[in-house]
């Protein structure tokens, strides 16, 4: 089994809203990734969990804060977006001795 | 850091042809470089992937090609149908333990039926 999990699919949320992402393996894999994908872009780093610790941040803005609650879930909290700020949100997930990434379906996010 | 150029940005082949996607990369530390599908509303699927210390891997109607000298690898689809239609990204990274992939900007593939 290789899947990730990912809710919800669609997200439209206000500026001023908090909301979050969700994101869950079964697979007992130990690294966690977020990654921001704009249309017709390829995928960009923003976080890794190595161990539930946050090893790379990706110089992300402050209005993004992650959490990883424990070795299955990631979440991705968010608070005061900005329009630009939409896109699809893919999580994905490794072993910490393998390189290879499983990515689960993503979060479309819209903030008007 | 890693850069990762992938060419053609758009392909049109006729159904039952070949199709061949180039990626270079620029970090000679680089040593795992994944292909992964996207569909529409999809996330990004691993279709092959090859290790710096192999030169050719086949799965099938799928290979990919790695010249470490020139630094370029190269995705090769044979037999191609129209469910082969999607973009495909390679990717390069260096290291484990929560590792950093670098993406190619994407290659549209269109198989015509």
């Known amino acids: 089994d290789t899947e990730v999990t990912q809710t919800p699919k669609h997200l439209v949320m206000g500026m001023t809203n908090k909301k979050s992402l969700k994101c869950e393996q079964h697979m007992g894999h130990r690294a966690m990734y977020w990654y921001k994908q704009k249309a017709k872009k390829p995928p960009e780093l923003m976080f890794v969990y190595s161990y539930e610790k946050l090893s790379i941040n990706e110089s992300v803005p402050s209005r993004f804060s992650p959490e990883c609650p424990n070795s299955s879930l990631l979440n991705l909290h968010l608070h005061a977006l900005q329009p630009e700020d939409s896109a699809l949100y893919l999580c994905?997930?490794?072993?910490?001795?393998?390189?290879?990434?499983?990515f689960g379906p993503g979060t479309r996010l819209l903030v008007l | 850091g890693e850069n990762v150029e992938q060419h053609p940005s758009t392909l049109s082949v006729q159904e039952g042809d070949s199709a061949v996607i180039k990626c270079t990369y620029s970090d000679s530390a680089s040593n795992y470089f994944p292909w992964y599908k996207q569909e529409l509303g999809k996330g990004p699927q691993l279709i092959i992937d090859i290790r710096s210390n192999v030169g050719e891997k086949k799965d099938q109607r799928i290979a990919v090609t790695l010249n470490k000298t020139a630094k370029h690898f190269s995705l090769h689809i044979t037999e191609t149908q129209p469910e082969d239609s999607a973009v495909y990204f390679c990717a390069a990274s260096k290291s484990r333990n929560g590792n950093k992939l670098v993406f190619g900007a994407g290659t549209i593939l269109r198989v015509k039926s």
């Open positions: 994905a997930s490794s072993q910490l001795s393998e390189e290879t990434q499983y």
